[in-house]
Nanobody, 117 residues
Framework: QVQLVESGGGLVQPGGSLRLSCAASGSIFRFSAMGWYRQAPGKERELVATISSGGTPNYADSVKGRFTISRDNAKNTVYLQMNSLKPEDTAVYYC???????????WGQGTQVTVSS
């Protein structure tokens, strides 16, 4: 059984930084690619960044150069470092595993990020 818990969201001014964490339970984590998603009010959920089980990252164009995804397999945790934040980054941020034939997709409860003056 897999459980994902996000933390680290909050209110920050434009240009500021936040570091999100996603703590995962279950033995699947070390073998799973992980992703961060976000959903703003009135918009569909979108993919922000992914990281392979080996640590290879990929980013949406909208956050490339500003966000960094990383993982610590020893701690069963994936991180999202967000720098140079913009108001359009305001959203609920979720983490999720990549589903396989044997393991369904799990979602965390989400953490709110608000970028505002």
């Amino acid at each position: 059984q897999v459980q994902l818990v996000e933390s680290g969201g909050g209110l920050v001014q434009p240009g500021g930084s936040l570091r999100l964490s996603c703590a995962a339970s279950g033995s699947i984590f070390r073998f799973s690619a992980m992703g961060w998603y976000r959903q703003a009010p009135g918009k569909e959920r979108e993919l922000v960044a992914t990281i392979s089980s080996g640590g290879t990252p990929n980013y949406a164009d909208s956050v490339k150069g500003r966000f960094t995804i990383s993982r610590d397999n020893a701690k069963n945790t994936v991180y999202l470092q967000m720098n140079s934040l913009k108001p359009e980054d305001t959203a609920v941020y979720y983490c999720s595993n990549a589903p396989t034939s044997y393991v369904r997709r799990y979602w965390g409860q989400g953490t709110q990020v608000t970028v505002s003056s």
